[in-house]
């Protein structure tokens, strides 16, 4: 069993930072890739950054230069510092890691429950 714990959202003033943090937790025998979305109501769940396990890191336009992804050393832990927030970026953020269990088991997908991101203007 493998589980995501995030934690860092909440309220915040447009032009302000946060910091989400992300830990995979469980059966993980390697982790190939982790990532950040983002989903509003009536909306596709979208990317908000990705880091491969080499470090090659990925972002849509609408945050690039204001979202930095980054992970810890154990390489568990997956982080996303938002800076120059703006009320666009309000939405449920998820992580996402892309990861293999055990040696039975290929690359898999996991999600974390979301956790709740406000910009106020």
């Known amino acids: 069993q493998v589980q995501l714990v995030e934690s860092g959202g909440g309220l915040v003033q447009a032009g302000g930072s946060l910091r989400l943090s992300c830990t995979a937790s469980?059966?993980?025998?390697?982790?190939?890739?982790m990532g950040w979305y983002r989903q509003t109501a009536g909306k596709e769940r979208e990317l908000v950054a990705h880091i491969t396990s080499g470090g090659i890191t990925q972002y849509p336009s609408s945050v690039k230069g204001r979202f930095t992804i980054s992970r810890d050393n154990a390489g568990n832990t997956v982080y996303l510092q938002m800076t120059s927030l703006v009320p666009e970026d309000t939405a449920t953020y998820y992580c996402h890691f892309g990861l293999r269990p055990d040696w039975r088991q290929g690359t898999k997908d996991y999600w974390g429950k979301g956790t709740l991101i406000t910009v106020s203007s």
């Open positions: 469980g059966s993980i025998m390697r982790i190939d890739y």
